[in-house]
């Protein structure tokens, strides 16, 4: 069974910077297209970022520019370096396949005060 730990959430001000983490146990990750997702207070849960087994990266356009998504395969990690956060980028932050293929990490909150 896979589990999914996210963490490096936290209250920044509009402008500041978070890097998040998350770490996979339980399967071989570098098989895997990995994913940043969020999901705000009353929305659906958006795919954020994706990352695949060789580096290739693509990010919803609200993020374009200030979010980096980069994985580390031999410890088995996924990152989201967020840069110029928005009070908009307030939501939960999860990490997952691409396919969703595993079950959800109880995910960190990104909380951004303007």
């Known amino acids: 069974q896979v589990h999914l730990v996210e963490s490096g959430g936290g209250l920044v001000q509009a402008g500041g910077s978070l890097r998040l983490s998350c770490a996979a146990s339980?399967?071989?990750?570098?098989?895997?297209?990995m994913s940043w997702y969020r999901q705000a207070p009353g929305k659906q849960r958006e795919l954020v970022a994706t990352?695949?087994?060789?580096?290739?990266?693509d990010y919803l356009d609200s993020v374009k520019g200030r979010f980096t998504i980069s994985r580390d395969n031999a410890k088995n990690m996924v990152y989201l370096q967020m840069n110029s956060l928005k009070p908009e980028d307030t939501a939960r932050y999860y990490c997952?396949?691409?396919?969703?293929?595993?079950?959800w990490g109880p995910g960190t909150q990104v909380t951004v005060s303007s």
């Open positions: 997952n396949t691409f396919a969703k293929n595993w079950s």
């Open positions: 339980g399967t071989i990750f570098s098989s895997f297209i």
């Open positions: 990352i695949t087994k060789t580096g290739t990266t």
